[in-house]
Structures are given as structure tokens and as C-alpha cells.
């Protein structure tokens, strides 16, 4: 038998062994897990060489086709100048020709005049020299004219070659900008937590954010209609914030539009990088960034400034490589020509000269400047690539489907409602709502009474008569909401009685 030493060694020893057994258990799990990490690096590695090596033969054989493309245009130059040539050893030979035969002529036609009595000599001289010099004239104005006209057809043709395939390598829509977004349902359940108890929260949604909200029935999308672009940007950013939630209630939609409001400036910024990064301009300082991303939410006779922008400078980049101009500062200015709408309204000028004077202040070249300045023939152009540019501009406003006119009339016409609304007295807000049958105007609750709000109706209504040639009917409804807003100890979220409720 072992005494109590003994069998406390022994217990020792059994514990050691089992941390040792454990320890290598543990070990073998760790390398194990280490192996498979390994190779799932490897393997993504692996993925990763193979997409970055199909990219650089993608762009290797799209160098191919270029550098194909420019060895036919310099062969086409090259036949061209031989055939400029040829025409100009045949000009002077006629030239030569026309020499011999003045002289031979007059040889001729002053012995015939000698054996002719009572002709003077120097007088059928005089009279020789006039007509040879006549029939000259006619016949080098004739010659010049042809190889003008042949020259000026070959031109005509080498430029529509040009244009054409500039404007073929667009890979753009020739849509104009919509006035609508859709936002997509992930149930059939979710219309009617959007619309709420008796169409509360569609209420508050459209009085808030000034868009329309449009929900069918059978649709797996909802519809955000509005003039305004950065409205129809916030309400759709919110629309997707509380679809993905779930949770919605007047309080819950009021918060989301705050939210997408102040998050318009970042993603400003980030359409502006996407942009630049895009067409390949780079070295921008941050607020023409910015501005660029603002163009985003500007239109042109219906034609967005920002996709505009980028086809200009896509265009403008392919002519001047046709031209041998320089291709960078040609894509710069048509991305940058019109920066200047940005500030519509904002600051007193065109907006050539105000887009130029923004990109001088905020440190670009004066040489793009210059460009921006001159794509409406407001100053002269300095370089070829300025011409460049404005013919892009040309090209891009013209191309079939770019613009769309009735769209910008219908889109002033919203505006003037509402800055004729909030110029009457007590007017804190006005919504342009259903393509400008209806008009919400909020009033100030603290500086109209309740027996003022119809006054204030019908003061609008009056006002949008006079200011307004369109005959439509306008709906004027003034809405006078004084809220009271506490907070408990608890958040909403927080309670799980509350919190339940609030879900449905």
C-alpha cells in the first residue's frame, strides 16, 4: 500500500500528464486552424492573381486595338499628304504649260499680225498679253477651285468619321433624368406599415419630405415622384433606412429625413471622387470635388450636368487624340466646363465665368480655367483643346434623346409655386406635391391663428394667379401643426412592451 506521500505524487504526476495531453490537443487544434487559414489565403490569393491577370490581358489587347487604330489613321494621313503632293506636281506642271503656251502663242500670233497690214506692232503686242493673261486667270481659278472642293469634301468626311466615333464610344444612356425613384418592398406586409393606421405615416412622409409617395396595390416597389432632385435623394434614402428596419411610425420617418439631410454632404463628396475617378481626371482639390458632386443633383432641359460632364469629357478626350491634341487637359476641361451651374441662382454671372472663377480660387490651371471660361464664346479660346471642348458640348446637348425640354418647364413651374408661397406673410414652408396640382404651405404656428390659416390659403392662391400664365387648377392647403415633443428615461426601442407596439 502507498502511503499518502506516495499516491500525492502520483496524483502529481497523473495531473501533469493530462496538462501535457491537453496542451498537445490544444496545439493540434491551433495548427489545424492554421493550415486551413493558410490555405484559404492562398486560395483567395490565388483568385485574386487570376482576376487581377484576365484585367491586364483585358487591357493589353484593348492596347492592341488602339495602337491598330493609330497605325491606320497615320497610314490614312500618309496617303492623304502623298495624294496633297501629287496634286501640287500636277498644279505646277499645268503652271509650266500655261507659261509655254503664252509664250508659244505670242510667237505665233505676233508673226500672223505682222503679215497683216496697218497692225501695229506694240498695240497686237499689248492685246496678246491681255487675253493670255485672261485665259490664265480663268484656267488657274478653275484648277484651284476643283482641288479646293476636293479638299474641302475630304476634310468634311474625315471630320464626320471622327465625330461618329467619338460619340460611338459612349457608354452612356440617352435617357434624360427621371423625376421618380423606386424603392424596392421586401414584402407584401411592408405597404402597409409605409402608409400606418388611416394613412398616417404616407402623411407625414410627404408633408415632411415634399415627394410624393405613389404605392399600387400589386407593385413590389415604392414610387418617390418629385421635381426636386435633392428631395427625391433624401426621401429615397430614408424611404430605404426605414424599409430596412421595418419599424414606422411619424416620429421614426421625421428622424430618417433628418438623418439622409445631413448625410447629403458626404455623399456629395463621394459622387464627386466616383466621378473624377471615373473618366480618369485626377489631382482635384476637395471643394471642386465637392461642386462636381453637386452637379449630380442639377438638370439641364432634362439632361443630368453630371452625366453631361463626364460625356463631354469622354468626347473631348477622343477628338483631341484624334487631333493629336493633348488628351488630358482636353478631358479636364470637358469634365470641369460646367462646373459654374453649380452655383445657379447663388452668385450673379454665367455660369462659364463663375465655374472659371471657382476653379482659379481653388487652385486648378489657368489654361482650364481659360477652357471653362470660353465654351460659350464668352472670351476668346486660347488652345485648340478649348475648341475641343466646346464642339464636345455641342456634340453631347445634340446627340438624340440627351435633352428633354418639357421636363425643365415642368420643374420651373414647381419652383415658382413654391417661391411665391413662402413670400406670402406667415409662410414658414411650402411643398409642391402630385407634378404641381397641389400645394402644402406650412405656417408658422406661433404668428397665424387659427382664423388665419384659410386667409393665408386663399392669399397663396391668389398669388400663384398672378404670378403664374399656366391656366392648371392649383389645390392651395395650408396646414398650422403645433407639436410638443417629451422625453422618459427610457428609449422607445429600449422597452420591449413599447418597442412591440411601436413595430406594428
Known sequence: MFGVLEWGYVLALLSACLIALILVLVARREAAAVRRQAKEDSRELR??????????????AQLRDEERDLVEERRALRKQRMRLLRREEALKEAQERLEALHLDGASRIEEELGRISGMNREAAK?????????????????????????ARSEAEDRAREIIVSAVERLAVSASSAAAVTTVALPSEEMRGRIIGKEGRNIRTFEATSGVDVLIEDSSSV?????????????????????????????????????????????????????AAEQIGVHGLAEPIIEVLGK????????????????EVG????????????????ARRGGLLHDIGKAFTGDIVGTHAAVGA??????GEDEVVASIVAAHHDEIPHETVESVIVQIADAISAARPGARRDEAAHVAQRLELLEKVAVKVPGVAKALSLAAGRELRVIVEPAAVSDDDVARIAAEVARQIELASSNSSLVTVT???????????????????????????
Open 47 to 60: 483568385d485574386h492573381l487570376r482576376d487581377r491577370s484576365a484585367e491586364i490581358q483585358s487591357r493589353q
Open 126 to 150: 499689248s492685246a496678246l498679253e491681255r487675253r493670255l493673261a485672261d485665259e490664265a486667270r480663268r484656267s488657274a481659278a478653275a484648277t484651284i477651285r476643283a482641288i479646293q472642293s476636293e
Open 222 to 274: 415604392v414610387v418617390l415622384a418629385s421635381f426636386d432632385p435633392t428631395r427625391r435623394e433624401i426621401a429615397e434614402v430614408a424611404m430605404s433606412e426605414l424599409v430596412s428596419d421595418g419599424r414606422i411610425n411619424p416620429q421614426r420617418i421625421e428622424d430618417a429625413l433628418a438623418r439622409a439631410a445631413n448625410e447629403i454632404e458626404s455623399r456629395t463628396l463621394q459622387v464627386g471622387r466616383q
Open 295 to 310: 452637379l449630380r443633383l442639377r438638370t439641364s432641359f432634362g439632361q443630368s450636368v453630371l452625366a453631361h460632364s463626364l
Open 314 to 329: 469622354q468626347i473631348s478626350a477622343h477628338l483631341a487624340e484624334q487631333l493629336g491634341a493633348d488628351t488630358d487637359l
Open 357 to 362: 472663377e471657382f476653379l482659379r480660387d481653388n
Open 478 to 504: 395650408a396646414i398650422k401643426e403645433l407639436r410638443a415633443v417629451a422625453t422618459t428615461g427610457t428609449a422607445v426601442e429600449d422597452d420591449p412592451i413599447i418597442g412591440a407596439l411601436t413595430d406594428h
